[in-house]
């Protein structure tokens, strides 16, 4: 199970506009800086998640854990560890049994922020492991705050490598990759260089309203094939399945924008986004997104979103089958065209909606379902999150 850093998780960012007074009232936990107990102490949160992911052939099981501490008066430092357990069955071919299969995979990183007169540079690192892939990110981002902090234009950057086997996993023996697919040549291993570059700007445009647009590049260098999938190619009683072979190089692109909108009277806050990606794949994909944050009472918020992702063009060498060998194979359903919904309810409540003594009424709890409608084999998608967040003075 390939599970990469780089773009998938860090390139490719949204917006994330500076907040008007206003948009404040979401009734989210203050991050550590947003407010001290006293000059001589530093704020900490410390979040406790779990998330649980279930569709057709698929189950995955992910316990969180993140940190944020200040670090003097002007840096702040993050850390996180998850762990992924995965059970799947593997739907790769029509012409290829599903083998079931369970592993774990294993991600931590630590980043650091400095705010400085005029804006915050950042720095973060992160690295996963699982019996058949490594992964290893860095990137550096800066944001130059101007216009007394109403208008916010953020630049970054990340190199990712990752490092890819054919086992042993998931019960399987050791398997030869061919890592260029021009070449007939197996090795024992892979290797995907990542290449990320990103920008952000966001304008506060009124008391009650942020606009933000953001434009992400990826390049990718190396194998960037499934070495346990299989494509159906032949026909009449000459069918017969290849394993995947992918192009080696694969240049992404992802302009984004969003805008939010405080309704005063109602207290309600709403939020549309829309993401367009392109890639020299010749695939095309569209993603627009709406949400309503809606607050109850002093402690507590509920959130409703729909989104909805169609990737109008398929990679110009994906066929569900084959009638000959061709350079370039595969039937990966993420590679097609297909459409997806998701329906989400989110619930958060601060601690003092409980009548928790005042070191905890800061404290946030929440839960959140997702529905997804997916119109390919994997089929629909149940996704449950829930979350623990606490601050605490050193």
């Given at each position: ?5 780089g ?9 994330r506009?500076?907040?008007a007074a206003?948009?404040v009232a979401?009734?989210v ?6 407010r ?7 704020d900490g ?8 992911y279930k569709e ?5 099981m992910q316990?969180?854990?993140?940190g944020a ?5 002007r840096g702040?430092?993050?850390a ?5 357990a995965i ?7 029509g ?8 592993e774990?995979?294993?991600?931590g ?5 400095h705010?400085?007169s005029?804006?915050k540079l950042?720095a973060?690192?992160?690295?996963s492991?699982?019996p058949?892939?490594?992964s ?5 981002r800066?944001e130059?705050?101007?216009?007394q902090?109403?208008?916010?234009l953020g630049?970054?950057?990340g190199?990712?490598r990752?490092?890819v ?8 023996g050791q398997?030869l ?15 995907l ?9 966001s304008?506060i445009v009124?008391?009650t309203a ?5 434009a992400d590049?990826?390049a ?11 494509a ?10 290849l ?8 240049n992404?692109?992802a ?5 939010r909108?405080y309704?005063?009277?109602t207290?309600t ?10 890639d020299?794949?010749?695939i095309r994909?569209h993603?627009?997104e709406l949400r ?8 507590a ?5 729909y989104?909805?992702?169609a990737?109008?063009?398929k990679a110009?060498f994906?066929?569900?089958r ?17 459409t997806?919904h998701?329906?989400e ?39 449950a ?9 050193y």
């Open positions: 199970m390939r599970l990469q850093l773009p998938g998780t860090t390139g490719r960012r949204p917006a506009p500076a907040a206003a948009l979401l009734a936990l203050a991050p550590p800086g947003a001290r107990a006293s000059e001589a102490h530093a949160t410390l979040s406790m998640r779990g998330v649980y057709r052939a698929t189950r995955v316990p969180m854990l993140d501490f200040e670090a003097g008066e702040l430092v993050t996180h560890l998850l762990v992924d059970t799947s069955a593997s739907q790769s071919s012409a290829v049994a599903a083998e079931p299969f369970t774990r995979r294993y991600e990183g630590v980043g650091y922020a705010q400085l005029v804006g950042g973060e690192v992160k690295y492991t699982e058949d892939y490594k290893l990110y860095a990137g550096l800066a130059a705050e101007l216009a902090k109403n208008t916010v630049l970054g950057g190199l990712g990752d490092t086997s054919g086992g042993p996993a998931s019960g399987l398997l990759l061919q890592c260029d697919p021009q070449v007939e040549q197996e090795q024992d291993e892979c290797s260089h990542t290449y990320a570059v990103f920008a952000s700007a304008q009124s008391r942020v606009i933000g647009v953001s590049f990826a990718l260098r190396g194998y960037q094939s499934n070495p346990y999938r299989s159906i190619v032949g026909a009449g009683t000459s069918i017969g399945t394993r995947e072979r992918h192009p080696d190089q694969r992404r692109t302009l984004a924008a969003s805008a909108y309704v005063r009277q207290q806050t709403l939020i549309g986004a829309y993401r367009y990606y392109r020299d794949w010749k994909a993603t627009p309503a944050v809606q607050l109850i009472g002093e402690a918020d509920a959130t409703l979103r989104r909805f992702h990737q109008t063009q110009f994906y066929e569900e084959y009638l000959m060998e061709q350079p370039f194979l595969s039937d990966d359903i993420k590679l097609s065209k297909f997806t998701t329906l309810a989110k619930l958060g409540v601060r601690g003092e909606a409980f009548g928790v003594p005042e070191r905890w009424a800061g404290a946030r709890l929440e839960a959140i379902l997702q529905y997804v409608i997916q119109n390919n084999r994997f089929g629909n998608a149940i996704v999150h829930a979350a623990l967040t606490i601050p605490f003075t």
